[in-house]
């Protein structure tokens, strides 16, 4: 009689009886899927986390894999908060946390049963005044921005790509990195948190493709995840008109990665359509905080000096992108990004 198949559940549970948490968390790894989490991956890894906890003689390592483990069990809660198993591995962890000394955070608590502690007499404070002055220098930042583009995601028709870009600025990938490739009247072109130069920059999460070829391997052979690339969503009817966000990729299929171009204005490269992905539409923007077009900041950073299709001048650099709405795919959802460049 043939043996059932294990499930991926099953494999992980069989690895950690076995003593390899490792090997329990690659299954993990391998079978995740963003859009149907579920609170028994998550109570695997913290089970795995606090085994590794176990085998380990390094006491920082220890300490960080206990917190992990931690974080895991209150992710598998939040899914299902009726968890026996979970509530008893969760606390257990803590009891076992709190008796060898280990807070469950790296950082000291500030308030203990609805009154401050020691600590906390101390810090509150200085956090209430720091963020008083971060709001300032906030504040500052965005009224010293040279531009500010304003962008509509198309989260329907370019969902991947839309969270793709949305994972890369939400993790500051894209913080500080130049737009490398401009040529006015056709495109404006940045992304590459690598090298910045175009040769640079993969997905922000595996999508199931390594270097544009379909693999269940999510290490890429071992390349990891600088070979991870975005499947192309390039058919969905959208069109590179003036203002259209899009996907920079290689020449062949589904290799786009971190690099995106803005269409310049009076540009329409149809011969892109159906080709490069587009995801997103510029709606508005600012330069030197005066309002415009979405297309006239865009033409803005087209119109810097270059030399082979690189700014030698002004050097327009994303400062920070702010991100706004869920993006859930449904026709009234917003979904949008603010992007802050600066000319250095």
């Not at 600590?119 to 040279?146: C, E, F, R």
């Not at 390039?234 to 259209?244: F, S």
Request: aromatic share 8%; charged share 25%.
């Amino acid at each position: 009689m043939a043996k059932k198949s294990e499930n991926p559940f099953e494999k992980a549970k069989s690895h950690l009886d076995n003593g390899k948490p490792e090997q329990a968390l690659k299954i993990l790894r391998e079978n995740w899927d963003a859009e149907n989490e579920s609170s028994r991956t998550y109570k695997l890894a913290g089970d795995a986390k606090v085994q590794m906890a176990s085998l380990t003689d390094s006491l920082f390592e220890k300490k960080k894999l206990l917190r992990d483990g931690l974080k895991q069990y209150t992710t598998s809660l939040q899914l299902d908060p009726k968890n026996k198993e979970t509530v008893q591995a969760k606390n257990m962890l803590e009891n076992s946390m709190m008796e060898a000394g280990i807070r469950v955070s790296r950082f000291p608590k500030l308030i203990s049963d609805q009154t401050p502690t020691f600590w906390g007499l101390i810090l509150i404070p200085m956090i209430i005044i720091g963020g008083i002055v971060a709001a300032k220098a906030l504040l500052d930042a965005q009224n010293k921005s040279d531009i500010m583009i304003e962008v509509d995601f198309n989260d329907q028709l370019s969902s991947t790509h839309v969270q793709n870009f949305r994972v890369h600025a939400d993790n500051g990938n894209y913080d500080g990195v130049k737009f490398h490739r401009i040529i006015d009247e056709f495109m404006v072109q940045g992304g590459d948190f690598e090298n910045q130069d175009g040769t640079g920059g993969y997905a922000s999460a595996w999508y199931g493709y390594c270097n544009g070829q379909a693999s269940g391997d999510s290490t890429c052979n071992g390349a990891g995840e600088n070979a991870w690339t975005v499947p192309d969503e390039a058919n969905n009817g959208l069109t590179h008109k003036p203002g259209a966000l899009a996907m920079a990729k290689t020449s062949n299929p589904n290799t786009g990665g971190s690099q995106f171009y803005f269409v310049d204005k009076d540009s329409t490269p149809s011969h892109l359509d159906g080709v490069h992905t587009v995801f997103g539409q510029a709606v508005s923007g600012k330069i030197d905080g005066s309002v415009v077009s979405g297309i006239d900041a865009i033409d803005r950073i087209s119109s810097v000096t270059t030399a082979a299709d690189e700014p030698v001048d002004e050097i327009p650099t994303i400062d920070r992108i702010e991100l706004e709405g869920e993006c859930d795919s449904t026709p009234d959802s917003i979904c949008k990004a603010f992007i802050y460049i600066n000319f250095l």
